[in-house]
């Protein structure tokens, strides 16, 4: 299957300091990535839509302003947490879609974010 | 997960099957996706169902019933490395997938 790279896998930061994620399609293309975040033993929660050339769509209660994502070309999608607090520490994943035979999503590895 | 309904935990024994649940909400469907997630890892594809019917993948099946709102995902010949959380995902229009909890599956051997 199709190969999505995140970078870091695991980051410790300060209270107040902004985090970057990288999330890269290895080997196709995709104008489209979703970031999710997870809590332990919780559900993957859709954070936002990443679309190559064009604003992000956030879900209903995702801060823009504080998880600021851009995806200037077909293989690469940032996430930037602004002002990371403790509350902000989770597993972030990326997704790629796929424009395959079931257009699915493959997932990057995660990265662990831990705010002090 | 957003009216995506399915067990927190399940128990089953090594060698056994096993069938996981799955209720969602129907409107806006565009099809069915069952993911694998070992913990502290992203998940992986299963399958994906969006006919009525059984699709068999190896010892793995997923049955979807869209009048229902319904699908399972069916484990054969249960190994200890199937132990892990099993994700069903439901995909609305405009490709965004809502994921349900997740169903802890704890193998005993």
């Known amino acids: 299957g199709a190969v999505v790279s995140q970078h870091p896998s695991w980051v410790i930061c300060k209270s107040g300091t902004s985090v970057k994620i990288e999330c890269r399609s290895l080997d196709f293309q995709a104008t489209t990535m979703f970031w999710y975040r997870q809590f332990p033993k919780q559900s993957l929660m859709l954070m936002a839509t990443?679309?190559?050339?064009?604003?992000?769509?956030?879900e209903q209660g995702v801060e823009k302003d504080k998880f600021l994502i851009n995806h200037a070309s077909l293989t690469l999608s940032t996430l930037t947490v602004t002002s990371a607090h403790p509350e902000d520490s989770s597993f972030y994943i990326c997704s790629a879609r796929v424009l395959a035979e079931y257009n699915e999503q493959f997932f990057g590895p995660g990265t662990r974010l831990t705010v002090l | 997960g957003q009216n995506i309904d399915q067990p927190t935990e399940m128990t089953a024994t090594e060698g056994a099957i096993v069938q996981i649940n799955c209720t969602y909400q129907?409107?806006?469907?565009?099809?069915l996706f069952w993911y694998q997630q070992h913990a502290g890892e992203a998940p992986t594809f299963l399958s994906y169902?969006?006919?009525?019917g059984l699709e068999e993948k190896g010892r793995f099946s997923s049955f979807l019933s869209r009048s229902k709102g319904y699908s399972y995902l069916l484990l054969k010949e249960l190994q200890m490395k199937d132990s892990a959380s099993y994700l069903c995902a439901s995909r609305k229009s405009g490709d965004k997938i809502i994921f349900g909890k997740g169903t802890r599956l704890h193998i005993l051997p």
């Open positions: 129907t409107s806006g469907f565009n099809g």
């Open positions: 169902n969006v006919l009525d």
């Open positions: 990443s679309n190559e050339g064009s604003k992000a769509t956030y």
